[in-house]
C-alpha cells in the first residue's frame, strides 16, 4: 500500500529514519497486531501501536475497568470506570489515530477460540496476567506460526521475550510447568510500581513493530529482564528444550487446552528457599557450601556476601562446567532480591545439581539485616 499525504505527515518522524523509511511503514500500516489484555501491559503497547500506525490492532479482554487500575492502565480514563476494557481502549485508540482500524473482543482466551483468534494476526501481543491464559497464547501462537511478544511484570521487575511462532523456543521451554494455584501472587496481592508495566508494555510495543516492519534483531531466544529499582537491564539467553512437548523433537501437543493450575510442579522446580536467618545459621554451623552471586559485576562491586562466586545469569548456563565439583553438594544462590537467583537455582536442578537453595530477598534482605 501507498501512505497517503495525511498519513505521510502523520509518521514524518518515522519516514526519516533511514533504517525504516516509508517501505517500513507501509508494512506497519497493513500490518496486524492482536493485543491480549488491555490492562497494565496492554494500555502502553496500545497506545504505540496505535500511533505508531499498525493497520489493524484487536484487543481482548472480559474485564471491567476498576478504579484501582488507573494508578497503570494507562489507556483509560477515570470516566471509564465500571466500563468493559476493551471499548475504552477501542475509544482511546480510535481518538489517538483515525487510520486505524480496532477490533474490540470482549471474551476470555478460551481453548475453543485461541487459534481462530489468532490465526487472523500477524503478530500476538501478551499481555495477560495469569498463566492458563499465557499458555493458550504461546500453544495457539506456535501452533498457527504467529509470533507472541510475551510479557510479564511482578512488584518492580518484569520481562520481554519474543517467541518465533512455529519456532523455538517457546514459553514451555522458559516454563515447562505451571505452578501450581496460589503460589505466586497477583498484581492485587503483591501491588507492582505503576510505571513498570509501562516500560516493559513499550519494550512489546517496540518488539512488534519491529517484527512487522522488518528491522533490527528480534527477541527470540533471549529474555530481556528489568529491575526498576536497580534501573537495570541484562539479557539471558534461552535455548529451545528438545523435550518440550510443543515445540521439542518429538512433540506431543497438536491442539491447544486450558493447563490444569492444579497440576504437579515439575521435581526439578521444587527448590529449598532459605531466609536470611537460615542463610545465617548454615553459615554459623559452617555447613559446607558455594554462595553463588549471579548478579552483574557491577552490582557485586557495589557490595556482596563475603565467600561468594560470581557468575552471572546470562553466562551461568556457559559456565556449568565450573561448578562440576559442587554437582552433588549444596549451593546456594542469590542475586540482587531473589528473582534472577531462582531462575538460576532452577537452571542448576534442570542441568542435574542435586542439591540447590534458593536465599530469599536476596543481598538487600542480607544487608538489611546487617
Known amino acids: 500500500m501507498m501512505l497517503t499525504a495525511d498519513q505521510t505527515a502523520r509518521y514524518d518522524r518515522h519516514l526519516r529514519l533511514d533504517e525504516f523509511g516509508a517501505r517500513s511503514q507501509e508494512r506497519l500500516c497493513a500490518g496486524s497486531v492482536l493485543v491480549v489484555g488491555a490492562g497494565g501491559l496492554g494500555s502502553p503497547a496500545l497506545l504505540y501501536l496505535a500511533a505508531a500506525g499498525v493497520g489493524r490492532i484487536g484487543i481482548i479482554d472480559d474485564d471491567v475497568l476498576d478504579r484501582s487500575n488507573l494508578q497503570r492502565q494507562v489507556v483509560h480514563r477515570d470516566s471509564d470506570v465500571g466500563s468493559p476494557k476493551v471499548a475504552s481502549a477501542a475509544r482511546t485508540l480510535r481518538e489517538l489515530n483515525p487510520d486505524v482500524t480496532v477490533e474490540a473482543h470482549e471474551l476470555r482466551l478460551s481453548e475453543e477460540n485461541a487459534r481462530e483468534l489468532l490465526r487472523g494476526y500477524d503478530v500476538v501481543l501478551d499481555g495477560a496476567d495469569n498463566f492458563p491464559t499465557r499458555y493458550l497464547i504461546n500453544?495457539?501462537?506456535?501452533?498457527?506460526?504467529?509470533?507472541?511478544?510475551?510479557?510479564?511484570?511482578?512488584?518492580?521487575?518484569?520481562?520481554?521475550?519474543v517467541f518465533g511462532g512455529g519456532s523455538g523456543p517457546c514459553y514451555r521451554c522458559l516454563f515447562p510447568q505451571a505452578p501450581p494455584e496460589g503460589t505466586v501472587p497477583s498484581c492485587a496481592q503483591a501491588g507492582v510500581l505503576g510505571v513498570l508495566p509501562g516500560v516493559i508494555g513499550s519494550v512489546q510495543a517496540t518488539e512488534a513493530i519491529k517484527l512487522l516492519a522488518g528491522i533490527g534483531e528480534p527477541l527470540i531466544g533471549r529474555l530481556l529482564r528489568y529491575d526498576a529499582l536497580a534501573m537495570s537491564w541484562n539479557t539471558l539467553r534461552l535455548a529451545r528444550d528438545p523435550a518440550c512437548p510443543l515445540c521439542g523433537d518429538a512433540p506431543t501437543i497438536s491442539e491447544v487446552a486450558t493447563i490444569d493450575r492444579a497440576c504437579v510442579p515439575d521435581p526439578r522446580d521444587v527448590l529449598q528457599q532459605l531466609s536470611t536467618a537460615e542463610y545465617r545459621g548454615l553459615r554459623g554451623a559452617g555447613e559446607e557450601h558455594l554462595l553463588l552471586d549471579v548478579r552483574e559485576p557491577a552490582e557485586v562491586a557495589a557490595g556482596s556476601i563475603d565467600g561468594h562466586r560470581n557468575i552471572s545469569l546470562d553466562e551461568l548456563p556457559g559456565r556449568l562446567a565450573e561448578l562440576e565439583q559442587w554437582r552433588d553438594r549444596l549451593v546456594v544462590c542469590h542475586c540482587q532480591r531473589g528473582g534472577r537467583s531462582l531462575e538460576a537455582a532452577r537452571l542448576l536442578r534442570r542441568a542435574g545439581f542435586s542439591r540447590v537453595a534458593n536465599l530469599e530477598g536476596g543481598y538487600l534482605a542480607w544487608r538489611q539485616g546487617h
Open 139 to 161: 500453544d495457539a501462537g506456535h501452533l498457527e506460526s504467529v509470533p507472541v511478544v510475551h510479557g510479564s511484570i511482578y512488584r518492580f521487575e518484569g520481562q520481554v521475550t
